[in-house]
């Protein structure tokens, strides 16, 4: 995990000047709100749409964007094979971890299927720093993740099996989105893209068929467009000037922000009210997470 890719020079001189000057918390913020603001308007679609047509609309809209706005196709001619390499393993685990997510979606309140996201994170923050206090942390996400699994263990097991899949497929996004940004936050942007559309096209054998019932409905294609906007373009580049800023693990950490988020939007936007069992998982994840501290210093390339 530390060994990092050649450097690739790509245009973006000026957004790497901008956001040198945000401070790394700030895209976070960004992220975690938009992290589940679209997938929040996504499930809103169901009705309409089958799950993974709306899966593939989003992760091909977000493909679409990077293609006008970076041109990722120059990304992936100057890569080395090493980085070529890294942007199929990341678009492979984008594809697999957009349709998991949308799968446990269906199943699962939005809330619950973020606080089960985060325990991956948390865990990786954790093996970054060995200490009791970050002992008792990860005791406290997991004593959380388990409240919510046994909510909603009889009723959806299968909607758990994919809410823990997905955690899992979070877990090597965060690990190979930080290899990704090890050049610098505008260059990760630009193999971002390239990345992005290389799930497009992996995703496309099992979405692309269901997509295609709303290619007539200008509506539900701007509907889907944003959802991609919203879910894969602005959370997943707000991550990379993030990620090319600070550690693994303490990056990990400052995700803090996803399960309160994911509960919010599915008050907000879906009316998905936490029951008492539910809503204390979800506490407890949050506070395992403000009990957690990064070691002054300590690196996670």
């Known amino acids: 995990m530390t060994d990092s890719p050649p450097s690739l020079r790509t245009s973006g001189g000026r957004l790497a000047s901008a956001a040198e000057r945000v401070p790394p918390p700030a895209f976070l913020v960004s992220s975690a709100v938009f992290h589940y603001l679209g997938p929040a308007c996504a499930v809103l679609l169901f009705a309409r749409l089958d799950v993974l047509g709306v899966a593939?609309?989003?992760?091909?809209?977000?493909?679409?964007?990077?293609?006008v706005w970076r041109r990722p196709w120059r990304d992936w001619r100057a890569a080395t094979p090493y980085q070529r390499r890294?942007?199929?393993?990341?678009?492979?685990?984008?594809?697999?971890?957009?349709?998991?997510?949308?799968?446990?979606?269906?199943?699962?309140?939005?809330?619950?299927?973020?606080?089960v996201?985060?325990?991956?994170?948390?865990v990786l923050a954790a093996a970054g720093v060995r200490t009791r206090r970050n002992a008792a942390a990860l005791a406290l996400v997991l004593a959380g993740v388990a409240l919510l699994t046994d909510v909603h263990l009889v009723a959806e097991p299968l909607g758990?099996?994919?809410?823990?899949?997905?955690?899992?497929?979070?877990?090597?996004?965060?690990?190979?989105?930080?290899?990704?940004?090890?050049?610098?936050?505008?260059?990760?942007?630009?193999?971002?893209?390239?990345?992005?559309?290389?799930?497009a096209v992996v995703a496309a054998?099992?979405?692309?068929?269901?997509?295609?019932?709303v290619a007539t409905s200008p509506v539900l294609l701007a509907a889907a467009f944003g959802v991609g906007v919203c879910s894969s373009v602005i959370p997943y580049v707000c991550d990379q000037l993030a990620m090319a800023r600070v550690p693994?693990?303490?990056?990990?950490?400052?995700?803090?922000?996803?399960?309160?988020?994911?509960?919010?939007?599915?008050?907000?936007v879906?009316?998905?009210?936490?029951?008492?069992?539910e809503a204390a998982g979800s506490?407890?994840?949050?506070?395992?997470?403000?009990v957690h501290r990064e070691r002054h210093g300590a690196a996670g390339a």
């Open 56 to 67: 593939w609309l989003r992760i091909a809209s977000a493909a679409l964007v990077f293609a």
């Open 86 to 115: 890294l942007l199929v393993a990341l678009g492979a685990v984008l594809a697999t971890m957009n349709c998991t997510f949308y799968l446990a979606l269906e199943r699962l309140p939005l809330g619950t299927v973020g606080a």
């Open 117 to 122: 996201e985060f325990l991956g994170p948390v």
């Open 160 to 199: 758990l099996a994919l809410a823990f899949g997905n955690c899992a497929l979070f877990v090597l996004y965060v690990v190979l989105g930080h290899r990704l940004a090890a050049d610098g936050g505008a260059s990760g942007v630009g193999r971002l893209g390239a990345a992005m559309l290389v799930a």
């Open 205 to 213: 054998p099992v979405g692309i068929a269901d997509a295609a019932a």
């Open 248 to 268: 693994r693990a303490t990056f990990a950490l400052m995700l803090s922000l996803l399960p309160a988020t994911a509960a919010l939007m599915g008050v907000v």
């Open 270 to 277: 879906l009316g998905q009210i936490p029951g008492p069992a």
């Open 283 to 290: 506490a407890l994840v949050v506070a395992g997470v403000a």
